[in-house]
């Protein structure tokens, strides 16, 4: 299987380095197995072969994209910057990739990488993944994609996606189990010490208030919530700050941040308790009512469907003091 990673100045260093390390280590792994090698891996450029990254590395490519005609899948890594000066530097990139797409070649993301499928209309009509701080630009940008919040990775007509960071080496494993069976995706997972069947991302996530819109009244009204979340508030109470009725309030809220009222207030509360779970300074029912429930297994039921996990399991994970006591 021909492999062709993608090199521009902008890509993530660690994102090119790991699919090279991964896939080698793995092609290493079956050979010994006796089996023969599944992955030929290049090197693609746009124009020269001697990339420089924004990073302290320099690869060298084996082909310009020029050269390439028949490549079996190619691996966007992702980028550093903001995406309209990065997609706009690479739109030849873009264009290229589309056309491949339309040839049969398919198509893996790595974290941000995904808006180089979506701006080349691959991903219209579609699901796609991302990391989770890119997400709600992605949504403003490509109304007619389906952003999914938590999902780790996506695979639909030849075109892969992939969560943020390094939970996109999941996604490396599940195309290492795709094509070349279980075995070799098991041994990779314990050889590069990554976690196996990851599904969920929305853990990782830091709740930024979703205020990349221009309307005033529904920021008043973000900024009534943030403030008194920790109240019994309503979402009539909040429509009363704008001076809107309920209906049209819930229509523009949800519009504007791509969450009801409800949700926005849910996933403020939740976010403040994250804070207090990784500081590991309060008991759960304490900590519970700072953030203004008054039920434990609500509280419980919403912590877990916001971030995958329960508050108990939260603060195990990423608060240091936990996690030396369980140790």
Known sequence: MKISLL????????????????????????????VAVPFEL???????????????????C???????????????????????????????????????????????????????LAEGGLLSGKSCTSHWNSLDNMRQRYPEIEILSDIVMTDQDGLYTSGGAFISLNLVLYLIEKFCGREASIWASKMFSIDMDRMNQSHFA????????????????????EKHFDQQISVEQIAEQTNMSKRNFIRRFKSATQNTPLEYLQRVKIESAKKELEKNALNISTLMYNAGYNDLKTFRQVFKRLTGLTPQDYRRKYCRSAALLSN
Not at 15 to 34: P, Y
Not at 208 to 219: A, C, K, N, V
């Open 7 to 34: 090199i521009y100045e902008d890509a993530v260093l660690s994102a090119v380095s790991s699919v090279i390390d991964i896939l080698s280590a793995t092609n290493q792994f079956l050979q010994e197995s006796g």
């Open 62 to 116: 084996y082909r310009t994209i020029d050269q390439v005609t028949d490549t079996d899948l190619i691996i966007v890594p992702a980028f550093y910057g903001h995406p309209d000066t990065v997609l706009q530097k690479n739109k030849v990139l873009i264009d290229w990739i589309r056309t491949m797409y339309g040839t049969g070649t398919e198509v893996a993301s790595l974290c941000v990488g995904s808006y180089f």
């Open 206 to 225: 830091v709740f930024q208030g979703q205020r990349q819109h221009e309307d005033e009244e529904i920021l008043k009204a973000q900024v009534y919530i």
């Open 42 to 60: 290049e090197l693609v450029s746009e124009k020269t072969k001697n990339i420089q990254l924004q990073a302290p590395a320099q690869f060298f």
